[in-house]
C-alpha cells in the first residue's frame, strides 16, 4: 500500500513538468505534449484522490480529462498543420507578428 | 432537490434546438453541393433566434437543479443564455456581412460558433465541477477553430495557435484546482463543496485551489495577469470572431465566475441582499486587486495602439476590469450592476466592432488611419461608431453611463472608495483612446474620400444596435429589474 | 381608471421627435451626400458650403441664386410633407387631449402620465412625467398650434435654402424640448427642455454659420442663456434640498406646511424666486440679460417667429407663473420682477424707435412686450401674464412672419430705409401685418388690446401694483404704438425707396407663407376674446380656466378683488382703459404725422438733438458698456490667469498626465511580446504571486 500523499506528490511533479515544457520549449510539437503532461498529473489526483475517498467520480473525471485532452490536441495538431504549411516551422517563438 | 435525466429533458429545451441545429448544419454541410451557401447562416439564425424564444418564454421560477445536480435552471442561468443567444445572433448577422468570411465553407464556421454556444449556455448553469470542466472547454475548443478559420492567413492561425496553447494551459491550471477542492471535500458539486469548505479553516491546498481556479476563470473574461491571449486572438482571429469572443465567453465567463466564488466561497444573508464570506479565503480582496490591475493594463495599453481591432480587444480588457467591481462587494446590487453591465456592454461592444467590420469588407484594414474621414465617407456608420464609442467611455446620455453609474454607486455605496477612484481614473484614460477613432473620423482627411456604401440591412443592423445603447441610456428601468430579478434566484 | 386620449399624451412630445429621427436620417443619408456632390467636394470640410445662400437674403431669395436651376429633389419633398406634419399631428393630440381635461371638475383638471421612473438616487426619485393642466395646456396648445404654423411657412421661406433638412431636424428637435419644457411635471425635467430649447437656439441663430455675424450672435446668445441658467440650477438644488422633491404638485403642496414649520421663510424664497428669476432673464431676454436676442435676429426668419418671438422666449414667463406659488412668498422678488418688467418694457420701446432694420425693431418690440409680461407676473397677475404671452404669440408670429414675407419680397433687403410703397406688391402680407400692428398698439377689440388691459389695470389696481407702474406701462404703450406705425409706414406707404433692381422683382409670397399669416391674423383679432374682462361685459373665460393652477393667487385676489371693488369702481377701470387707448392713438397719431405728412421732419428732430438720438440708436451703448465693463475685465484678468497658471500649472498638469499614460502604456505594451511561452509564464507567476499576496495578508491580519 502507497501512500496517498504520495500519489499527490507524483501528480504534483508531472504537472510541474508539463508546466516547465509549455513555457520553456520552443517547439509546438513538445508544448502540446507537456500540455498533456499537466493534464495526466491532474488525472493522476483525481484517481488517486477518488480511490483514497472511495468516490468513482475521481475516475470519472479523469476519463472526461481525457477524453477533452484528445479534443484539444486533435485541434491543436490540426492548427499546427495549418501553420506549418504556412510558414514551414513549428517553432513558437517565430509567431511573432501579433504582439505588443 | 435533484431532478434525474428524464424529469429534466423539459427544462432542456434551449440547448435541444441549439443541438439540432448543429446537427441539421452538420447534414446541410455534408448534401450541399456549394459550402459558400448562405443557407447555414439563416439556419443558424432561426436555430438562435428559437433558442432565445425557448429560453425566455418559460420563467424559471425559484429555480431548479437538474441531471442529477448537474445543470442549474434558475434565472440567473436564463438571463446569460438569452444574453449569449442574443450575442450570438448579432455575430451571425455580422458574419454573414463580413468579406473575410465570405469564400470560405459557410456551415463549418457556423457549427463551430453554435457549439460554442452551447458552451456557454452550460458554463452559465453547471453546478458540478466536472459539467463545469466539459462547458469550458466546450467553449473554448470551437473558439480556437473560430480564432483560425482564415486558414491561409499568418494571422489568424498565429493567433489559433496561440490560443491553444494558452486556453490548454489556463484550463490545465483549473481543473488541478479542481482535483485539489475534489480531494479535500470528496464532492464534485459546487454546492456541497462550498459547504464543506465553510467548516473547516484556511489551509494552503485550498488557497491554492482558489487561485488556480481563478486562473481558470480569468482566462475566459481575460482579466490581468491572465489576459494575454487576448490581445493576439482578438487582432488576428476574423472580426465578427472577435466580437464573440469579446462578448459571449466573457459574459459566459462573469456567469461561471461569480456563481462558483458566490457558492462555494460565500453565502446569502436572507433579507439583507448582502452576502457573507464562508471560508476565510479573503478572494474579493484579491479580486478587487485583479480589478484594478486588470482595468489599469487594458487602458493603459490601449492607448499606444493603432490597430482599432486591437485597441477594442484592450479595450475589452478594461470593461472586464469594471465588471469585477461589481464582483468583490458581495451584495446582490454589485452582481446586478454586472448583469445590468453586461447587457449594456453587449449591444455597445458589438456595435462598434459591426462598424469595424463594414469599414475593413470596403478598406481591407482596421488601422486607425483606415477610418480618417469616415465622417464623411459613410456618415452613419461613422455616427453610430461615434455613439458606441462614447457608450464604451461612460457619457452621459448613451448606456455605458448609466452602467457605469450601477457599478460605481455601489462600489461606494460599499465603501471601497480606492476602487471607484481608480476606475474614474481609468474612465478619464480611456476617453483618450476612444476619441483618437472620433477624431480621425470627423476631423482627419484621408487618404481616399471614396464614399463607403453602407448596405440597408446593414444600416438596420446598426440602427438596431444603436437603438439600445441610446435607449438604455435614458430608461433602462426594465433591464434593470431583469438583472435584479435574475441575482434574486441565484442563490438555490 | 381610463383617461381616454389623454393616455396619449405622450404623443405630443413624441411626434415632434419622430420628425427629428425620419429628417435626421433624410439629413444625414440623402441631404448630405447630395450636396456634397453638388459642391463638388468629396470631403465634409466646409459642408460643401461659402456656395451662395448662406445669409438670410439669400435664404429668402429665388432670385439671383446660383443653383436655383435645380430640380426639386424628391427628398425634399419628403422633409416638407413630415415635418409640418408631425407638428400638426401634435397640436391636434394636444387639441384633444384638452378638450378632455376641460370636461373634468375645474378642481380635477390636473393629469400626470408618468413615462418611467427616471433618476433614482437616493432620495431623489424624479419620474420622467408629463404633467397636463390648465397652465401647461395653453402653452402646449400655443406652441405646437403656433408651430406648426410657422413650420408650414417655413417650407416656402426656406424652399431655397440648400440645407433643407437640416433645418427641420433642428425645428423639430425645438419643438420636442420647447414641449418637454412645459409638459414636464418636475423642475429638472423641465430643466431638461429648457437647455434643449437654448441649444436649438443656438443652432438655428447660427445656422448660416459661414457668416461671421451669425455664429457670433448663436455665441452671445449661449453665454447669456449659460448665465441664467446658472440660476436654474442653483434654484433647483435650493428647491430639492428644501422641498426635498422636484415635482410641481408635490413641492407646491408641500408650501403651506413648510412655512408653518418655519423651513420656508421668506428669506429662503425670496433667494430661490431671484435665482429663478434671473433664469428668466436670461432665457426672455429682461435686463440685464437682453443683449442677446436683437442679435439673435441673424437666425432665419421663421426661427426668430418661433423661438424669438413666440414660444422659447416665453419660457421664462411660463416658469415664473409655474412657480407662482413660490413667487407668492417673496414680495421682495416680485416688486423685482415688477420692476425689471416695466423698465424692460420702456427701455425697449424706446431703442425699437430708432432701429431702422425690420428685424431689430420686432426684436426690440418682443424685448418690450415680454417685459410687460413680466409686469403682469410682478404684480400677481400671473392669468393675465399667460393671457397676453398668448395673444402676443399670435400677433408677434404674425409680425415677424410678415417682415420675413416682406424680405423675401424684397430679395434679402432688411433696411426699412430702403423700402416703402409695398402695399401693392404685397397686399396680403401688408393687410395681415396690418391687423396685427393694430393689435399690438392695442386697439380696442382686437386681441392685444384685452390682454393688455388686463395688464396695465392689474399693475394699477393689484396690492403689488401701483399708478406709477401703470404710467410706465401705458407710455410704453404709446410709444410700442407710434413705433409699429413707423414701421409700417416706412414699409408699406408713401413713394418706393428700393432699388430699382429690387423693385423689378418684388412679388407676394407663395400660398405656403401667406396661408400662415392669414390664420395668425384671425388669431389676432379673435385670440383675445376668450378673456374679455368682467367690466366691459365678458365672461373671462381664460382666468377661470387658469383659475385652478393660480389657486393660491385666485384665494388672494378674491379678498384683494372685494377691496378693489371698493376701492376701484367699474368706471375708474373703464376710465384707464379710454385713457391708455388714447395715449395708443396719440402714438399712432404721432407717428402718421412723422412719416406720411411731414417726413423730413424725424431727420430734423434726429439733427436737433444730435446726441439724445445717437444714443438711442446705438442702444443707449449697452452692447459697448457690457464690452467694456464685463468682457474687456474678463478677458484680461482671464489672460492673466492663463499666462500665470493655466500655462504654466494646467498645462504642464495636464501634458505631464498624458506624457505619463501614453509612457506608462508603452512600457506595459513592451511585456506582450508575442512569445506565448511568455504569456504562460505570465500566467504563472500572476498565480504565485496572487497566493503570495493572500498568504502574506492572512499572516499580516
Known sequence: ?100 | MFLGNLASLRYFLPEFAVTATILLLVVLHVVTKSPRSTASGFLSLLGVGAAIFLAGVAPAGAGRSIFEGMVAHDGFAVFFKVLTALATLVVIFMSMDSRDLAGRSQAEYYIFLLSTLLGMFLLSSATDIVMLYLALELVSIPSYLLAGYLKGQERSTEAAMKYVVYGATASGVMIYGFSILFGLTGSTQVAEIGRSLAAGKATLPMLLASVMVAVGFGYKIAAVPFHMWSPDVYEGAPTPATAFFSVGPKAAGFAVLVRFYYTVFAAADPGTGLWRLTSAVDWPFLFAALSALTMTVGNLVAVKQSNVKRLLAYSSIAHAGYMLMGFVLLSSAGIEAILFYLVVYLFMNLGAFYVVVLVSNATRGEEISDFTGLGSRAPFAAVALSIFLFALTGIPPFSGFIGKVYLFAEVIHRGVYWLAVVAALNSVVSLYYYTRIVRAMFFEEPKDASAIPVPAVSGALLVLLVAPTLILGVYWEPVARIAADSVRMLAF | ?701
Open chain 3, 1 to 701: 381608471m381610463v383617461n381616454g386620449i389623454l393616455d396619449y399624451l405622450w404623443l405630443v412630445p413624441a411626434l415632434p421627435l419622430l420628425g427629428v429621427v425620419l429628417n435626421g436620417a433624410i439629413a444625414l443619408l440623402v441631404e448630405r451626400p447630395f450636396l456634397l456632390k453638388e459642391a463638388g467636394l468629396p470631403l465634409a470640410g466646409g459642408h460643401g458650403a461659402g456656395h451662395g445662400s448662406h445669409d438670410d437674403a439669400h435664404g429668402a431669395s429665388s432670385h439671383g441664386s446660383a443653383h436655383g436651376h435645380h430640380e426639386t429633389p424628391a427628398y425634399r419633398k419628403l422633409v416638407a410633407f413630415i415635418a409640418p406634419g408631425v407638428v400638426g399631428a401634435a397640436f391636434v393630440v394636444a387639441l384633444l387631449c384638452v378638450l378632455s381635461l376641460a370636461s373634468r371638475p375645474a378642481d380635477g383638471r390636473t393629469f400626470v402620465q408618468i413615462l418611467f421612473p427616471w433618476i433614482q438616487a437616493g432620495s431623489l426619485l424624479v419620474p420622467a412625467a408629463l404633467q397636463l393642466d390648465p397652465l401647461s395646456s395653453v402653452m402646449a396648445l400655443v406652441v405646437t398650434g403656433v408651430g406648426f404654423l410657422i413650420h408650414v411657412y417655413s417650407v416656402g421661406y426656406m424652399s431655397h435654402e440648400r440645407a433643407f433638412a437640416r433645418y427641420f431636424v433642428f425645428l423639430n428637435l425645438f419643438m420636442f424640448a420647447m414641449l418637454i419644457l412645459v409638459l414636464a411635471n418636475n423642475y429638472l425635467l423641465m430643466f431638461v427642455g429648457w437647455e434643449g430649447v437654448g441649444l436649438c437656439s443656438y443652432l438655428l441663430i447660427g445656422f448660416w454659420y459661414e457668416k461671421q455675424s451669425a455664429s457670433d450672435a448663436g455665441k452671445k446668445a449661449f453665454v447669456a442663456n449659460r448665465i441664467g441658467d446658472f440660476g436654474v440650477l442653483l434654484a433647483m438644488f435650493l428647491v430639492f434640498w428644501t422641498f426635498g422633491s422636484l415635482t410641481y404638485t408635490e413641492v407646491f403642496a408641500k408650501v403651506p406646511l413648510l412655512r408653518e414649520s418655519g423651513v420656508l421663510t421668506t428669506g429662503l424664497a425670496t433667494v430661490i424666486t431671484l435665482l429663478l428669476f434671473l433664469g428668466a432673464t436670461g432665457k426672455s431676454a429682461q435686463i440685464p440679460l437682453y443683449v442677446w436676442l436683437p442679435d439673435a435676429m441673424e437666425g432665419p426668419t421663421p426661427v426668430s417667429a418661433l423661438i424669438h418671438a413666440a414660444t422659447m422666449v416665453t419660457a421664462g414667463v411660463y416658469m415664473v407663473a409655474r412657480s407662482s406659488a413660490l413667487f407668492l412668498l417673496a414680495p421682495d422678488t416680485m416688486m423685482v420682477v415688477a420692476v425689471i418688467g416695466a423698465v424692460t418694457a420702456i427701455f425697449s420701446a424706446t431703442i425699437g424707435i430708432c432701429q431702422t432694420d425690420i428685424k431689430r425693431v420686432l426684436a426690440y418690440s418682443t424685448v418690450s412686450q415680454l417685459g410687460y409680461m413680466f409686469l403682469a407676473c410682478g404684480v400677481g397677475a400671473f392669468t393675465a401674464a399667460i393671457f397676453h404671452l398668448m395673444t402676443h404669440a399670435f400677433f408677434k408670429a404674425l409680425l415677424f412672419l410678415g417682415s420675413g414675407s416682406v424680405i423675401h419680397a424684397l430679395s434679402g433687403e432688411q433696411d426699412m430705409q430702403k423700402m416703402g410703397g409695398l402695399k401693392k406688391y404685397v397686399p396680403v402680407t401688408f393687410a395681415t401685418m396690418f391687423v396685427a400692428t393694430l393689435a399690438i398698439a392695442g386697439i380696442p377689440g382686437l386681441s392685444g388690446f384685452f390682454s393688455k388691459d388686463e395688464i396695465l389695470w392689474q399693475a394699477f389696481s393689484s396690492s403689488h401694483g401701483s399708478p406709477f407702474l401703470w404710467g410706465i406701462a401705458a407710455l410704453a404703450a404709446g410709444i410700442t404704438a407710434f413705433y409699429m406705425f413707423r414701421l409700417v409706414f416706412l414699409t408699406f406707404f408713401g413713394k418706393s425707396r428700393m432699388d430699382p433692381e429690387v423693385e423689378k422683382h418684388a412679388h407676394e409670397s407663395p400660398w405656403t407663407m401667406t396661408v400662415p399669416l392669414m390664420i395668425l391674423a384671425v388669431l389676432s383679432v379673435a385670440g383675445g376674446w376668450i378673456g374679455i374682462p368682467a367690466v366691459l361685459g365678458g365672461s373671462n373665460l381664460f382666468e377661470h380656466w387658469l383659475a385652478p393652477v393660480f389657486h393660491p393667487v385666485a384665494a388672494a385676489g378674491a379678498a384683494h378683488g372685494a377691496e378693489a371693488a371698493v376701492h376701484h369702481p367699474a368706471a375708474l377701470e373703464i376710465g384707464l382703459m379710454a385713457l391708455s387707448v388714447a395715449i395708443a392713438l396719440c402714438g399712432i397719431g404721432l407717428a402718421y404725422f412723422l412719416y406720411r405728412v411731414r417726413t423730413g421732419k424725424p431727420a430734423e428732430i434726429a439733427k436737433q438733438w444730435p446726441t439724445l438720438y445717437d444714443v438711442v440708436y446705438h442702444k443707449y451703448y449697452i452692447d459697448e458698456f457690457y464690452e467694456w465693463a464685463v468682457i474687456r475685465r474678463i478677458v484680461t484678468i482671464s489672460i492673466g490667469l492663463w499666462e500665470m497658471f493655466d500655462a504654466l500649472f494646467i498645462d504642464g498638469i495636464v501634458n505631464g498626465a498624458a506624457d505619463l499614460v501614453r509612457a506608462a502604456g508603452d512600457r506595459v505594451r513592451r511585456l506582450q511580446g508575442g512569445v506565448v511561452g511568455g504569456y504562460a509564464f505570465s500566467l504563472l507567476a500572476g498565480a504565485v504571486l496572487l497566493v503570495g499576496y493572500i498568504l502574506y495578508r492572512s499572516v499580516v491580519q
Open chain 1, 1 to 100: 500500500m502507497i501512500a496517498p500523499s504520495a500519489y499527490l506528490l507524483l501528480s504534483a511533479i508531472l504537472f510541474g513538468i508539463g508546466v516547465v515544457g509549455v513555457v520553456a520549449r520552443k517547439n509546438i510539437l513538445i508544448i502540446l505534449m507537456s500540455v498533456e503532461l499537466m493534464l495526466n498529473g491532474v488525472n493522476v489526483a483525481f484517481v488517486a484522490a477518488g480511490s483514497y475517498l472511495g468516490d468513482a467520480a475521481g475516475g470519472v473525471f479523469a476519463f472526461m480529462v481525457m477524453t477533452v485532452a484528445a479534443a484539444e490536441a486533435a485541434v491543436g495538431l490540426a492548427l499546427l498543420i495549418a501553420l506549418y504549411r504556412l510558414k514551414e516551422t513549428v517553432d513558437i517563438t517565430e509567431l511573432k507578428v501579433l504582439k505588443w
